[in-house]
C-alpha cells in the first residue's frame, strides 16, 4: 500500500493521503474489549486472539477457534502480555482480524453475497459490479465504526494537518 501511495506521490506530484491515527491504540483497545468480554458497538469478538509480551523473551500465545471468555486469556492480560490480533465480526455480516497496527486482515463478507444474489442478475458482470456494491458499501460501514470504536480520529493530528 506504501509503495502504490509513493507512485501516485511521485505521478502526480501530491497525494495527501496519511494513514488512520486512533485516539485509543489498537492493542489497548482489544485489551479492554477482552477483559470486559464484550466489544464496542456492532462488533463482537471471534475466537481467534494473539497475545505477544513486552519483555525481551517476547512470549507469544495464539488462540485459533478458542473461546476467548475463560480464566487462561484473564491471565496472560494480568501477567502483561498484550493483544497483537484479534478476530472480530461486524453487524453479523463481516469478519475479520484486528492487529495492533490497525490493519484488517482476513476480511469475510458472511452474508453480504447472497443478499447482492437475491437481485436475480443473471450476467456475470451486473453480478459483479452488485457485489462489489454490496461490499464497498459494508467496508465503508465497517470502517466507520472501527474509526469510532477506537476513539474516533486522533484529534491531535488533524489540529496539526489545519
Given at each position: ?131 462489489f456494491a454490496v461490499m464497498a458499501g459494508e467496508l465503508a460501514a465497517l470502517l466507520a ?18
Amino acid at each position: 500500500a506504501e509503495e502504490l501511495c509513493e507512485m501516485l506521490r511521485e505521478t502526480l506530484g501530491t497525494f495527501p493521503v496519511t494513514p488512520v491515527d486512533t485516539e485509543h491504540a489498537p492493542h489497548l483497545a482489544m485489551a479492554a474489549w477482552l477483559r470486559s468480554g464484550d466489544a464496542p458497538l456492532r462488533f463482537g469478538i471471534d475466537q481467534d486472539l494473539e497475545l505477544q509480551g513486552a519483555a525481551p523473551s517476547k512470549a507469544l500465545v495464539r488462540y485459533a477457534r478458542h473461546a476467548l471468555d475463560g480464566k487462561p486469556v484473564q491471565q496472560h492480560l494480568q501477567d502483561g502480555l498484550q493483544p497483537t490480533r484479534l478476530g472480530l465480526t461486524w453487524n453479523d455480516r463481516v469478519s475479520f482480524v484486528l492487529t495492533d497496527k490497525l490493519q484488517a486482515k482476513r476480511i469475510d463478507f458472511l452474508e453480504v453475497q447472497d443478499e447482492a444474489a437475491d437481485g436475480g442478475e443473471s450476467d456475470a458482470h451486473a453480478r459483479f459490479d452488485a457485489d462489489f456494491a454490496v461490499m464497498a458499501g459494508e467496508l465503508a460501514a465497517l470502517l466507520a465504526d472501527l474509526v469510532g470504536a477506537l476513539g474516533g480520529e486522533c484529534v491531535r493530528e488533524q489540529a496539526a494537518a489545519a
